[in-house]
């Protein structure tokens, strides 16, 4: 299993660009979120969905779209690039854990680093 | 609505013990447990629910305490491999989950 792969690992973009972020999960994972880590800030929620079909704005979704394409695939999108989204972007999914109400854990992908220039 | 963690950073010798705390203004559920080295993402540790279940990782341990809506992270005789950023993620009893800022281990020789 591949578990969460994320495309690019690294991405320059100036001003007012565009871009998709992708992400894929291969372990049939329900839910799936978009995170942003920046320094000292932590890990924040920028989106997640619970299932296929359905999203849901998280702490900073400004500025983001997603697209719940099916169950595998989660995708984020930058409309208008600035350089406050230079950012470490982070895909995670997760699954609740056997026998216990309420508990999951999170499976991280590797990142992606933009820089909005 | 961001748990608060303490401290910030510490430095330890190998095989030395140290203590990571998480406080949160709400009223919690759960608490998360992640580290993530340098570079890299962040992999799971250990989840404890309020009531008392815990599942984790057999060489680190954790409490909660539900009524202080605190955790802590009890990391003995530190190895090496220890080194990396720790974050708690609580959730809250309105199902919203937040990581904190993290704290930074490093473990010298």
């Known amino acids: 299993n591949a578990g969460v792969t994320q495309t690019p690992k690294f991405q320059v973009l100036k001003t007012g660009q565009s871009m998709t972020l992708q992400c894929a999960q291969d372990?049939?994972?329900?839910?799936m979120y978009w995170y942003r880590q920046d320094p000292g800030m932590g890990l924040r929620l920028i989106y997640y969905?619970?299932?296929?079909?359905?999203?849901d704005k998280g702490e900073v979704p400004n500025g983001y779209n997603v697209s719940r394409l099916n169950k595998r695939e989660f995708s984020l999108r930058l409309e208008s690039a600035a350089p406050s989204q230079t950012s470490v972007y982070f895909c995670a999914s997760s699954e609740p854990l056997k026998g216990w109400t309420g508990a999951y854990e999170q499976y991280f992908g590797p990142g992606t680093r933009l820089t909005v220039t | 609505q961001q748990p608060v963690q303490s401290p910030q950073a510490v430095i330890l010798r190998e095989g030395e013990d140290a203590v990571i705390n998480c406080s949160s203004s709400k009223a919690l559920y759960s608490v998360h447990w992640y580290r993530q080295k340098h570079g890299e993402a962040p992999v799971f540790l250990m989840i404890?629910?309020?009531?008392?279940e815990q599942k984790g990782h057999d060489k680190i341990s954790a409490s909660f305490n539900e009524k202080k809506q605190q955790s802590s992270l009890y990391l003995t005789a530190s190895q090496l491999s220890y080194s990396g950023t720790y974050f708690c993620g609580t959730e809250n009893t309105g199902n919203q989950f937040y990581f904190g800022t993290g704290t930074s281990l490093t473990v010298i020789p």
């Open positions: 969905s619970a299932s296929e079909g359905t999203t």
């Open positions: 372990m049939n994972h329900n839910s």
């Open positions: 404890l629910l309020k009531g008392g």
